[in-house]
């Protein structure tokens, strides 16, 4: 596994993540106390800190933040970058904070490294929340700030409404599929040291299974899945997450890292996706 630097943090991390949103109705489950399948969800966790995964994306509303804790009991809590997320409505800065002593309480965790803002709430300004990011940093419940799905205009908004600790990272969909990104967020984040955390990389699964990456699979030895996600690895300051449900699908991501895709081959496999419908 390959490791870079994740944002402002100055902290190095698996340059391949892992995320843990399994699907609305796993979630609907889950918020009723009814976890299925959770002991192949830690197994597939288990197997991707084993491989050298480092990072790990979670949320309060996933429901997968008691998985986490599961899979984290062997590891060393420095080894791991564990990232969780507030809903859009705890945004306020009290709510912010019993939104995340719930979340440490589900995880088994005293500070998580990166707290994000998951969607952001027009009714609550962002300076506010971002006020209560800084009292959770200064509490050390929470080592560094990021947001997601937040589009350029608020991406910088809540950038500079955080002056003291400087936002760490966006997440947003990403991938050879979804590159709009690319227009403004990315330029953004490269000028300016943000980490971008890209969910969805193998576009819910249809660029894994794409026979029309076979050729280039084929030429290079690696799956469609590993192409995709060392596409998106290449770029310094992006770290895909895909999803870990099953552990051999880990351990085929995991071995997206540490090896090199020339420029040609780069061109090649956009112009194959550029073609998709």
């Known amino acids: 596994m390959k490791y870079k630097v994740f944002g402002r943090t100055g902290r190095q991390v698996s340059e391949i993540g892992i995320g843990t949103y399994y699907d609305p109705v ?20 288990t197997s991707g800190f084993e491989a050298g995964v480092t990072l790990v994306d979670t949320a309060e509303i996933y429901g997968s933040e008691p998985l986490v804790a599961k899979a984290l009991q062997r590891r ?3 080894d791991v970058f564990v990232a969780t997320k507030a809903w859009s409505n705890h945004l306020h800065r009290d709510a912010l904070k019993r939104s995340l002593e719930k979340s440490l309480r589900r995880l088994g965790l005293s500070y998580v490294d990166l707290y994000q803002v998951h969607f952001p709430n027009p ?5 506010e929340t971002m006020a209560g ?11 560094h700030a990021g947001v997601s799905n937040f589009d350029v205009d608020q991406l910088r908004a809540a950038d500079e409404a955080f002056p003291k600790s400087q936002l760490a990272s966006v997440q947003l969909e990403y991938s050879l599929r979804n590159r709009r990104v690319e227009a403004d967020i990315l ?8 980490a971008l955390m890209a969910y969805f990389p193998l576009a819910h699964g249809r660029l894994s ?4 990456l076979a050729s280039l699979s084929a030429k290079l ?9 060392r596409w998106l690895a290449m770029k310094q300051n992006v770290f895909p997450i895909p999803r870990a449900s099953r552990t051999a699908h880990v351990v085929e ?8 895709l020339s420029p040609n081959d780069a061109r090649e496999l956009e112009s194959i996706v550029r073609g998709q419908p």
């Open 221 to 229: 030895g690696k799956t469609p899945s590993q192409l995709v996600l």
């Open 123 to 127: 009714r609550v300004p962002i300076g």
């Open 76 to 78: 060393k809590r420095d």
């Open 253 to 260: 991501n995991a071995r997206a890292s540490g090896w090199g």
């Open 133 to 143: 990011m800084e009292d959770l940093i200064r509490e050390g419940k929470v080592l």
């Open 187 to 194: 330029p953004y984040c490269d000028k300016n040291g943000i």
């Open 26 to 45: 796993w979630i609907a489950k889950a918020y009723l106390g009814w976890r299925s399948g959770s002991q192949d969800k830690i197994a597939a966790l």
């Open 209 to 212: 299974t794409d026979s029309r």
